[in-house]
């Protein structure tokens, strides 16, 4: 059974950072970032493959935001620097047993989900 347990994120000024962190239990071997705002539909922001060790990226948040895993404490990061207004959204942690590059944009690939964290950048 998989498991995914969200902390951090929070309220930050523009140009601010915050870190997002997933806890996984479970067998998974992708583990990615969501973002939904109000209006606006669930979309890609980060993933990291296990077997590969490499790390995709929305184009809004690449050279921004940093993807990580902790093997040893089970755990990815998300490291947002940079931050804008727009990044403003309930962000979630995403796993799945799809260990294909071209599968971690798609929503569908993913099983199990946390339930969210809010981060909020004012300007």
């Known amino acids: 059974q998989v498991q995914l347990a969200e902390t951090g994120g929070g309220l930050v000024q523009a140009g601010g950072s915050l870190r997002l962190s997933c806890e996984v239990t479970?067998?998974?071997?992708?583990v990615a970032w969501f973002r939904h705002s109000p209006g606006k539909e669930r979309e890609f922001v980060a993933a990291?493959?296990?077997?590969?060790?490499?790390?995709k990226y929305a184009d809004p948040v690449k050279g921004r935001f940093t993807i990580s895993r902790d093997s040893a404490r089970n755990t990815v990061y998300l490291q947002m620097n940079g931050l804008k207004p727009e990044d403003t959204a309930m962000y979630f942690c995403?796993?799945?047993?799809?260990?294909?590059?071209?599968?971690?944009?798609?929503?569908?690939?993913?099983?199990?989900w946390g339930r969210g964290r809010v981060v909020t950048v004012s300007s």
């Open positions: 479970g067998s998974v071997y992708t």
């Open positions: 995403a796993a799945g047993r799809s260990a294909r590059a071209q599968d971690v944009y798609d929503i569908n690939t993913y099983d199990y």
């Open positions: 990291i493959m296990y077997n590969e060790g490499s790390a």
